[in-house]
């Protein structure tokens, strides 16, 4: 029995590793579980689940958990996500959105427990602090992103594998179809309606922009010690090859199947072993496969977030706690779409260049959310 600690149950991932405990539950257990504001589902899933530990970070939503079971700790406020990652579980599934993922991820690595990482965000603001800490203490973390699970499906398994380039693939997003020119015009709803994926609102935002494939690019150099130039980005906009190999003979090895990440959050649970998914065959007959370039001019953000990385030091956690609030803003209808790129270039333009320490993280955490409001409130003016 692998005992989970499930941190960002009531979000789109957290939701999925709770569809695959229930359909083993003979192999997984929820030992410890944890999420941000939504205390209805939150206390909902708790009493189903019946964790030994529950925890809320957003101590407004605590009037409405009605009912917590017997035997459950229930910890509550901005420091509960912790508690939940505790010492009894074999593994740690981090599906928490953004920057509040990465504290869970250090103490994790300090517990010595594998971590099964959707939360991307770690590794943009703190890959170079985290892998090295991860290699020190013998921890494994076990790709959930649908690309570099791809990937790492393509190397079997093996992250160290030697290999000559990785092809990760993405959609284009929501708005692939609309004409350049009228991008300025499109609401949150039009760049929620993701073709291919059902996900959380952030991310789907980050995909119609591009700044997720950006995130990705960072995330694969991490996990597979790639260098930048051995990472292309192809647009794929049938999302069924989810990502490919080259190796140094010319071969390429993809990943196919169709688009649903309950795939990739199991595997990440089971691998080696790969267990039946109910309808998830792929059917090939009259589908079409296409891969073009990135548009440069539709998609300035991914530039942007490229250039972060080649910053360095503080820059990629600045573009992605400035892209957090970015997007905040967007979908609050406060700016337009097309302002999105135009503020990241803004935050990394007004960043203070700052060693790679955790504390320099929080610190470029908290300042890049208000370099952005602080743009916001002038551009208001
Ligand atoms: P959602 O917005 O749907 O869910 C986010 C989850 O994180 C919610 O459970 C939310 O709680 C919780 N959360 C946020 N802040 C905190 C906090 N401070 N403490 C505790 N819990 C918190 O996001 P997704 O599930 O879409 O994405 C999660 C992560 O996985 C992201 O990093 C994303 O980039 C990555 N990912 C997602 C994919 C997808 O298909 N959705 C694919 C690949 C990667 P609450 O809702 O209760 O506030
Ligand atoms: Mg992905």
């Known amino acids: 029995m692998v005992k989970?600690?499930?941190?960002?149950?009531?979000?789109?991932?957290?939701?999925?590793?709770?569809?695959?405990?229930?359909?083993?539950?003979?192999?997984?257990?929820?030992?410890?579980?944890?999420?941000?504001?939504?205390?209805?589902?939150?206390?909902?899933?708790?009493?189903?689940?019946?964790?030994?530990?529950?925890?809320?970070?957003?101590?407004?939503?605590?009037?409405?958990?009605t009912e917590i079971p017997k035997g459950t700790e229930f910890y509550y406020g901005e420091s509960a996500l912790l508690h939940a990652v505790t010492d009894e579980c074999?593994?740690?599934?981090?599906?928490v959105m953004g920057y509040a993922g990465l504290k869970a991820v250090k103490y994790a690595i300090e517990l010595k427990k594998p971590i099964a990482l959707?939360?991307?965000?770690?590794?943009?603001?703190?890959?170079?602090?985290i892998m090295p800490m991860a290699r020190e203490n013998g921890v494994d973390i076990i790709p959930v992103d649908s690309e570099h699970s791809a990937i790492w499906q393509?190397?079997?398994?093996?992250?160290?594998?030697?290999?000559?380039?990785?092809?990760?693939?993405?959609?284009?997003g929501a708005l692939r179809n609309v004409p350049v020119s009228e991008l300025e015009n499109v609401t949150a709803s039009d760049a929620l309606m993701h073709p291919?994926?059902?996900?959380?609102?952030?991310?789907?935002?980050?995909?119609?922009?591009?700044?997720?494939?950006?995130?990705?690019?960072?995330?694969?150099?991490?996990?597979?010690?790639?260098?930048r130039e051995q990472i292309e980005v192809v647009v794929h906009p049938e999302s069924i090859v989810h990502s490919m190999v080259e190796f140094s003979d010319g071969a390429i090895i993809s990943q196919m199947g169709i688009p649903s990440m309950e795939?990739?959050?199991?595997?990440?649970?089971?691998?080696?072993?790969?267990?039946?998914?109910?309808?998830?065959?792929?059917?090939?007959?009259?589908?079409?496969?296409?891969f073009k370039e990135i548009d440069k001019e539709r998609y300035p953000a991914f530039f942007t977030v490229d250039k972060a990385m080649e910053m360095g030091y503080n820059f990629p956690c600045?573009?992605?706690?400035?892209?957090?609030?970015?997007?905040?803003?967007?979908?609050?209808?406060?700016?337009k779409y097309t302002e999105i790129p135009l503020y990241l270039e803004e935050v990394l333009q007004k960043t203070e260049r700052l060693p790679?320490?955790?504390?320099n993280l929080e610190y470029t955490d908290k300042i890049s959310r208000v370099i952005v409001d602080e743009l916001y409130l002038k551009r208001c003016k």
């Not at 952030?202 to 694969?220: H, L, P, Q, R, S």
């Open 154 to 172: 393509c190397l079997n398994f093996n992250k160290v594998k030697e290999f000559k380039k990785i092809l990760i693939t993405a959609s284009g």
């Open 90 to 95: 074999d593994i740690v599934f981090d599906a």
């Open 318 to 335: 600045a573009v992605s706690a400035g892209d957090e609030r970015v997007v905040e803003l967007f979908l609050e209808g406060r700016i």
């Open 4 to 65: 989970i600690a499930l941190l960002g149950s009531t979000g789109s991932i957290g939701r999925q590793v709770l569809n695959v405990v229930e359909r083993y539950p003979e192999k997984f257990q929820i030992i410890s579980m944890a999420a941000g504001s939504n205390a209805v589902l939150f206390s909902e899933q708790v009493n189903k689940f019946k964790p030994k530990i529950a925890c809320l970070s957003n101590p407004e939503g605590v009037s409405k958990i």
């Open 196 to 227: 291919n994926w059902n996900m959380g609102k952030k991310i789907t935002v980050d995909c119609a922009t591009m700044v997720n494939k950006g995130f990705e690019v960072i995330e694969a150099m991490w996990l597979f010690n790639a260098k």
């Open 118 to 129: 959707a939360n991307k965000e770690t590794l943009v603001a703190g890959g170079g602090l």
């Open 263 to 290: 795939l990739p959050i199991q595997l990440a649970l089971t691998y080696p072993d790969r267990l039946f998914i109910e309808n998830h065959e792929l059917n090939l007959f009259g589908k079409t496969l296409n």
């Open 356 to 359: 790679l320490t955790f504390e």
